[in-house]
């Protein structure tokens, strides 16, 4: 079987892998990875992994405890219930991503062995995969990452922290549930990013053919036939014309055969004639029947289905069926591993949205209190610094954002494959081809792949726009309540101090009419 000189998948992640090994968020076996580059079960990893999420959370909640302090009650008790769930929904997400990744390990193991299979018939069949992008992409997101956790935890340390002890170095603790949720959040970027490499190869390779093979007619063949082209037809009426019309030239011109014996023919004995002088070989002109395949190397991987004589009249007949077949079974072996995928972080994904949209709400509204110049709570004393506030917000709107777009993005690509395999039959117009696309098209339209967060909502652009909607509805019903309260508090000082100038006149009137009496 051939292999893919570019390298495999895994071994594009070898980074992202070697960070998540030693942090603790998946459980395989560092020495064999290392080593033969493969994914291996190891107890080891289990028990690394178990023992980093107990030492993490706990922490984690040490942590939180020293930077809060003593000031757990100077709040009410609604703003310290939605503190807390908040705070210590990041180490109950390392929760999620630790054990879903102990959990499903044999079948990030298949999902790798099945993608690295699906490579090599695509590199068999000339479509080859340059993983260096996955590998450029995965490393780009481990720096962001890096980026966003240094600014937040370094700048609020700077800022909030009083006393500068070893003790209290113990606050870069809180960085770590964080990161290895954004650590997980890139692995399944990544798979996805993976699949979706895969289908726009294989969309890629159907369009560069249908270019070559338009670009060969356009340049040697000339014009279309005229039965065809001078009828003004839309491209689904001139597909079926197509097919009906050559089926019937070809019952016409095709005589029925009759069985015929078959006549071996044999030549007389010839003597060898003598070697005659090389002659110089003719070499064709620009003008010439035949050109040279160095002439038509902007075909493309159409090369494999012209004639090499260009004087032959263009018929691909058979020659692309089976590599159209290919692709359709490759598109159904892509998706069936998207669901898979999508099957091991659902959970992890609903998880991470609900944290998204809670952490952002709150942040937002905290941010206008601070500003307004009201008191905001000692868990969201971040919103103080507009600086540190929105990076907050933009690191977490990253970790939503960039998942459902990898997510449609996918989605899409992958119904893009069908209109590409009618674009290229359109191209070829010749019947067999269309009657093993439109045979295909019915098996692409039942490959249907779709990523959700454990069926509650879909990941695409459509959910991005209901949970921009909601922060920002619930964002002004919380703000009118402040503006309600502030005007209810401001309403009832005014009346004290009306009420305590009315007994300050009163007694000012009593004691001037007791003084007059008694005079």
Known sequence: MSVNPIGGLLDA????????SIFGVIPYSLWAFAKRQVLQLSIFGNVWVTCS??????????????????????????????????????????ATDMVAGMMNQKRLTQ??????????????????????????????????????????????????????TLWSMIWFITTIPTALNSVCRIWYVMLVSAIRQRFNAMNAHMNASALGILSYKEQFVGEYDADITEIPLDYL????????????????????????????????????????????????????????????AGLGPAQEYLPSDLRQKLKIEQRLDNKLILICRTHDELCEIGKVINRMYSVQMLVAMAHGFV???????????????????????????????????????????????????????????????????????????YEVVNHLSLKLLNHHLNFSACGFFDLDMTTLYAITGAITSYLIILIQFNLA??????????????????????????????TYVSN
């Not at 992640?13 to 998540?20: A, D, N, R």
């Open 485 to 514: 309260a502030i005007q209810k508090s401001s309403s009832n000082s005014t009346v004290a101090s009306n009420s305590t100038a009315l007994s300050v006149i009163e007694g000012v009137v009593t004691t001037a009419i007791t």
């Open 237 to 296: 009426e001139k597909e079926i014309f197509t097919v009906y019309t050559q089926r019937r030239k070809q019952l016409a011109a095709t005589p029925p055969k009759k069985p015929t014996a078959k006549i071996i023919a044999v030549k007389p004995f010839q003597e060898k004639q003598p070697e005659s002088p090389p002659t110089k070989p003719i070499v064709p002109t620009r003008n010439s029947a035949i050109h040279p395949w160095p002439e038509t």
């Open 111 to 164: 999902c790798f062995d099945r993608i690295a299979r699906v490579d090599n018939h695509l590199f068999s069949e000339g479509i080859v995969l340059n993983n260096l992008r996955v590998r450029r992409t995965s490393i780009v997101l481990l720096l962001l990452m890096l980026f966003f956790e240094a600014i937040i935890t370094g700048y609020s340390f700077a800022v909030f922290e009083n006393e500068f």
């Open 13 to 20: 992640l070898q980074v992202l892998f070697y960070i998540s």
């Open 53 to 94: 999420l107990v030492v993490y959370t706990t922490l984690y909640h040490v942590a939180t405890t020293n930077y809060v302090k003593n000031d757990w009650g100077s709040q009410k008790t609604l703003t310290n219930a939605i503190g807390i769930f908040i705070i210590y929904m990041e180490p109950m997400m390392m």
């Open 359 to 433: 952490a952002i709400t709150a942040q937002f509204y905290f941010l206008y209190c601070g500003l307004t110049g009201q008191e905001v709570p000692i868990l969201f004393r971040s919103a103080e610094v507009i600086v540190l506030s929105l990076t907050y917000i933009s690191y977490t709107a990253l970790k939503c954002i960039v998942p459902i777009f990898v997510c449609w993005k996918t989605r899409t690509d992958s119904q893009r494959t069908g209109i590409e395999m009618h674009y290229l039959a359109n191209v070829v117009d010749e019947c067999h081809c």
